[in-house]
């Protein structure tokens, strides 16, 4: 069965924190992504990565960094967190983009930021 | 402007009934289309793969136009197990797209 894992469903952190949200896929997929979703908004992309070390930014990636420096695992970095970014996390994985290509997600970490 | 637009709705349909989603995407190069289904605080699920040609699977049937940019996902005789939101996605260059999606409620 395929699996994509976040670290934590729910998160409380502090204005200013540093915050580490972690995920890991056990399907060697070359994709992974990061996505938050907020009421109204839908899943909005804030990095995304096709390749170990390698990274790209999504629609929002300011206030967020991400590492991926082995091929299951993708980091999502919070630097200096923000109420502003209170809100469902979702990590995906995927084969590299076609026709057919289906993502998969984890089960989404909830962050509050206080 | 969004790169992928939907009609939040909700639809609020009787079961049995036929519902149509529509969804417009504003990148010409975009490779690849689909539909994922998103219940109540569950991660999304692919639906379907969508096709220049069109493709059906069941009761659903999702369809492609490239030179209007839109694709679209027509829903037959709608069952209670149907009501989740419906995210239209859109792929190209290892990313993928999400609309806001498609809110559907199907009652008895």
């Known amino acids: 069965d395929v699996k994509v894992t976040q670290s934590s469903r729910y998160l409380v952190k502090r204005t200013g924190e540093k915050v580490f949200l972690e995920c890991v896929q056990d399907?060697?997929?070359?994709?992974m992504f990061w996505y938050r979703q907020d009421p109204g908004l839908g899943l909005r992309l804030i990095y995304f990565?096709?390749?170990?070390?390698?990274?790209e930014k999504g629609d929002i990636p300011e206030g967020y960094s991400v590492s991926r420096e082995k091929k299951e695992r993708f980091s999502l970095i919070l630097e200096s967190a923000s109420t502003n970014q209170t809100s469902m996390y979702l990590c995906?994985?995927?084969?590299?983009?076609?026709?057919?290509?289906?993502?998969?997600f984890g089960q989404g970490t909830r962050l509050t930021v206080v | 402007r969004k790169e992928v637009e939907q009609d939040p709705g909700p639809f609020n349909v009787p079961e049995g009934a036929t519902v149509a989603f529509n969804c417009t995407y504003s990148?010409?190069?975009?490779?690849?289309f689909f539909w994922y289904r998103q219940d109540c605080r569950k991660e999304p699920k692919l639906l379907m793969s969508?096709?220049?040609s069109g493709n059906e699977d069941g009761r659903f049937t999702a369809q492609l136009n490239r030179a209007s940019q839109y694709i679209s996902l027509l829903i037959r005789d709608s069952k209670l197990s149907d009501s989740a939101t419906y995210l239209c996605?859109?792929?190209?260059?290892?990313?993928?797209?999400f609309g806001a999606g498609t809110r559907l409620a199907v009652h008895p």
């Open positions: 996605v859109v792929g190209g260059y290892n990313k993928l797209i």
């Open positions: 990148n010409s190069a975009s490779q690849s």
């Open positions: 990565s096709y390749d170990v070390k390698m990274k």
């Open positions: 969508v096709y220049s």
């Open positions: 995906a994985s995927s084969r590299p983009i076609g026709g057919n290509t289906e993502a998969f």
């Open positions: 399907m060697d997929h070359e994709n």
